[in-house]
C-alpha cells in the first residue's frame, strides 16, 4: 500500500496512511468519512482535516466481483445517490443497516454493500460455533444465537446444526468483523 494518496473524497490534501492498531481506546476507532461505517486500525487520514478513510475505501478498485453475488460485477459508488424507488433509507443487503456513503452497487438488480462488507469471508469459524464452519449464505430470516434477533436474508449459517448468526455477530463480541455496523 502506498503511504500517501490524494484521493477523489479529499482533493485538498494527502492522506497518509496510518495505523493505530485494533485496540478499543477512542483513539483508535474512526468513522470512516467515505462509508460512514466504524473502523479501527490502518487508515488513510488527513490529520487536519480529521478526515479518515477504511484503507479499502480509498483504495477500492472502481468494479469488483464478489463469491456472494457473482451473477453481475459490482460498480463502487463514492456517494449514495437518491433512489426514491428503494425509500428514504438504502440498506446494505448484506449487514441490512443504512447505507450512507460509498459503497458497492449492481447496476441490474439493486444489490447494494458497504465495501467492508463485501470483504467478508464467504466461510468462517466464530468462537460461538467452533464445531463446524459457518458460510455465508442467503435465506429466510431465522433467530441468530447471539443477539436472538431474526437475521435477515444474509447469515451466517452451520447447515448440519440449524446455527445461525448474523455478519455482525459472527466474533461473538462487540468487536464485530471488519468493523461491520452494528447498530441501525
Known amino acids: ?4 494518496i490524494l484521493h477523489d473524497s479529499h ?6 496512511l496510518v495505523d493505530l492498531g485494533r485496540t478499543t481506546g477512542k483513539g483508535h476507532r474512526f468513522t470512516c468519512d ?16 480529521d478526515f479518515d478513510l477504511h484503507e479499502l475505501c480509498a483504495t477500492a478498485p472502481g468494479t469488483a466481483s464478489f463469491s456472494f453475488h457473482g451473477q453481475h460485477p459490482l460498480a463502487f459508488e463514492p456517494e449514495v445517490a437518491v433512489d ?4 428514504p ?12 456513503g460509498m459503497h458497492y452497487r449492481c447496476r441490474p438488480c439493486g444489490f447494494e454493500v458497504h465495501p467492508v462488507c463485501s470483504q ?12 463446524h464452519l459457518v458460510m455465508l449464505t442467503a435465506g429466510a430470516p431465522k433467530g441468530c444465537k447471539r ?8 447469515q451466517y449459517r452451520c447447515g448440519l446444526c440449524e446455527f445461525n448468526l448474523h455478519p455482525r455477530c459472527l466474533l ?13
Request: net charge positive; aromatic share 4%.
Open 84 to 87: 426514491y424507488g428503494r425509500g
Open 172 to 184: 461473538g463480541t462487540d468487536q464485530t468483523p471488519l468493523h461491520i455496523p452494528n447498530s441501525n
Open 11 to 16: 482533493k485538498e490534501h494527502l492522506l497518509v
Open 89 to 100: 433509507c438504502r440498506r446494505c443487503d448484506i449487514c441490512d443497516t443504512a447505507i450512507r
Open 34 to 49: 467515505g462509508c460512514r461505517c466504524p473502523g479501527a486500525g490502518p487508515r488513510y487520514r488527513c490529520s487536519g482535516c
Open 120 to 131: 467478508l469471508p464467504g466461510a468462517a469459524v466464530s468462537p460461538l460455533h467452533p464445531e
Open 147 to 154: 443477539c436472538g434477533a431474526d437475521c435477515g436474508v444474509w
Open 1 to 4: 500500500m502506498p503511504k500517501t
